[in-house]
């Protein structure tokens, strides 16, 4: 079935290439051999069969990474990162504090044994947080040594991973300022319970959100968006670059755990010192990007897309996640440093014009965790390094100016800018809505802890009042099936989108799942999903990392340059199968023409009218009414990807279709599961 779904999927292309004059070729083969000329020095120089080792400058920091942060055949796994405690409440000797620590051990072990008297995953897991919240606030530092001891001795985990997870430098310290200030007997701690386990405590359902004086103004009775100019924009979209420069070409590519095509990750069920898949030059599917293959994407744009020579792109968007898949223990600072240095310096040699980034979950460290500036003291400053690194690098490569960078470095590298033809982009750093940050547990009862939406508000009211559009740009999406994002984060923020929609917000954008999907807001929080109720549309990224099992990717959008609405999106792939027998030596891998939005799903739109969030409803019903439709989208879900799982019966069917219609984590998770 699958095949015949390629099959479908290849008969359309035929017939719009014949029908429709493509933007570029309907295929590019990229030349063999690594663009050498991109960086000025290397470590080890690029040759066919061996992946390069750049020497990267960093003109923020004023370094050059060191080779042993990148060599492939010595990750490190120990980084001298500054981590960051709570103030401890008493003065304690140290005999009186490891006492005090040891006390505690034994009471939480015996709680979660039973016997102590406490019954209910839920009131142990709760006991439990009660207990660590006074070990935290009495002895902070001695937290997480405890924290390792209690996952060995409950076997919460395995004992490496136990140490990866829980020691200082990983997510200890995190997990220390969390027990500090979080109310751990209230809706805090059922959040930290079930995010532990969902074995623990029942997920928290959502408290509706309470728009009582939220907006600074009612929304216009009769507000109508700008018109469409008819002028037309190219604009791209790149998404989930995920660099590896620890890539190890030959190394096991189907390794049985963590990211393969690196030399500390094999095929255990293989003898020692077998390889079933050797990692190609250009990557594979359970591997993220290697130098190799981000160049080979970027140098194909251009041509595929028709903005060739001396033109540029109006604008491009780039949805976040630089850093790759690697386990915390192997993330340092510098790591990210090096990787969000390299990726935009490769993004601006290749792409011109204005690039719009945010930064995504894996852009940080420790990975996901983004503290807000209402932690007390020092802590709410911990992860300033990051914010004022990327609005440097962004300033410097002109893509924003002094004041967007200044108004980035406060707000968690999220930005307001208005480009070059008048269309106001708001960007926001999604990792406080995210379910892996760790530090969305505290004050759960307040959904904006971290003034994110509060600036969002702020940004969207003064465009109303000037009658300008607005894109917004993030990373992790707001709902498809709800399980990445918070429930009361994306609730507030369905209604922002709802009070600002159409008038104001043209599109939506985002990355994270490194699939090819889009989501719908509706008026009245979803409640009446129809034509007449579609506001806005959230438009999912292809990534460029073939991670995991899916074809690289990148799209492009023709815009209108007066109302901002897309009137065509286009996508490209490479086929990751076909790297494994590839001759590098002769040839790079080929990036094909995959499909034209309003080619694949037609459904009689009309010409003039463009891909918004009517459009996009109406394909939905038009899935409902055929459900090959959706088996034809499931097959661009994965860049068409031969690894892509089928979506043929009614049960996937109706998933997918509510997936698309879930512009949030509460409307997504009451979807069926199919």
């Known amino acids: 079935m699958l095949h015949s779904l390629l099959a479908l999927a290849l008969f359309s292309l035929i017939v719009y290439a014949q029908d429709a004059v493509l933007p570029g070729p309907a295929s590019y083969v990229v030349p063999a051999g690594f663009p050498s000329s991109i960086f000025s020095s290397y470590y080890i120089a690029p040759v066919p069969t061996q992946k390069p080792q750049p020497a990267i400058f960093d003109a923020v920091l004023n370094l050059t990474y060191p080779f042993n942060l990148t060599n492939p055949k010595t990750i490190p796994t120990i980084d001298n990162d500054p981590v960051f405690y709570p103030p401890a409440v008493a003065n304690v000797s140290n005999a009186t504090a490891a006492t005090f620590v040891n006390t505690a051990i034994s009471q939480i072990l015996e709680i979660a044994l039973g016997s102590s008297g406490i019954s209910g995953n839920c009131s142990k897991c709760v006991a439990a947080l009660n207990i660590g919240k006074v070990v935290a606030q009495v002895v902070p530092e001695s937290v997480p040594a405890a924290l390792v001891a209690l996952c060995q001795a409950t076997k919460f985990a395995s004992n490496s991973s136990c140490t990866n997870t829980y020691e200082a430098g990983s997510y200890g310290a995190i997990w220390t300022q969390i027990l500090a200030l979080a109310d751990v007997s209230g809706q805090d701690g059922l959040y930290i319970c079930n995010s532990l386990s969902s074995t623990f405590c029942p997920a928290p359902t959502t408290t509706p959100t309470n728009t009582t004086g939220l907006f600074p103004k009612l929304k216009p009775t009769n507000a109508t968006a700008p018109k469409a100019s008819g002028c037309r924009a190219k604009v791209l979209h790149l998404s989930d670059f995920h660099l590896d420069p620890r890539y190890y070409v030959s190394a096991e590519a189907n390794c049985t755990s963590s990211l393969c095509c690196r030399t500390n990750n094999v095929d255990k069920a ?40 001396n033109e ?64 007390p003291g020092p802590l709410g400053q911990q992860f300033s390094w990051n914010y004022d690194h990327v609005s440097s690098l962004w300033q410097n490569n002109g893509w924003i100016d002094a004041a967007t960078a200044s108004e980035a470095k406060l707000h968690y590298a999220a930005y307001s ?258």
């Open 270 to 309: 293989l003898p020692t010192g077998q390889i079933s898949i050797p990692a190609p030059l250009y990557g594979a599917y359970k591997c993220d990007t290697p130098y190799d293959l981000g160049t080979a994407a970027l140098e194909a744009i251009g041509p595929l897309t028709g903005v060739v020579g």
């Open 417 to 674: 800018i208005k480009n070059q033809y008048g269309l106001k982009i708001i960007t926001l750093n999604t990792d406080f809505w995210y379910r892996s940050n760790f530090f969305n547990f505290i004050n759960t009862t307040d959904p904006d802890t971290s003034g994110t939406f509060t600036f969002l508000i702020q940004e969207l009211q003064a465009a109303e009042d000037a009658g300008e559009r607005v894109w917004i740009l993030g990373h992790v999406l707001t709902g498809w099936d709800g399980s990445n994002p918070l429930l009361n984060p994306t609730d507030l923020f369905y209604q922002i989108v709802d009070r600002y929609s159409p008038h104001v917000i043209a599109n939506i954008f985002f990355g994270h799942t490194h699939e090819d999907q889009f989501i719908i807001f509706y008026a009245n929080n979803g409640t009446m999903q129809t034509s007449a109720n579609a506001l806005a549309t959230g438009w999912i990224g292809p990534s460029v990392t073939p991670l995991t099992n899916l074809n690289s990717g990148f799209r492009m959008y023709e815009v209108d340059t007066g109302s901002f609405d897309i009137y065509e999106a286009c996508t490209w792939y490479a086929d990751v199968n076909s790297f494994e027998t590839l001759n590098a030596s002769i040839t790079g891998p080929t990036f094909n023409f995959e499909y034209s939005t309003r080619e694949a799903y037609s459904i009689g739109w009309p010409a003039d009218a463009p891909l918004n969030a009517t459009y996009w409803h109406a394909v939905t019903e038009a899935m409902e009414a055929n459900h090959t439709l959706v088996s034809l989208f499931n097959t661009y879900e994965g860049k068409s990807s031969i690894k892509t799982p089928n979506c043929t019966n009614d049960a996937c069917a109706e998933a997918k279709i509510c997936y698309m219609r879930s512009g949030s984590a509460p409307l997504g998770r009451q979807c069926p599961q199919g």
């Open 312 to 375: 540029s792109f109006a604008w491009t968007v780039y949805t976040g996640d630089l850093v790759s898949h690697d386990s915390q223990n192997q993330l340092s600072r510098a790591y990210v440093e090096y990787t969000e240095t390299t990726v935009y310096s490769m993004i601006k040699h290749y792409i011109n014009g204005p690039v719009f980034p945010v930064l995504g979950n894996h852009d940080t460290n420790p990975e996901a965790i983004d503290g807000p500036h209402s932690l």
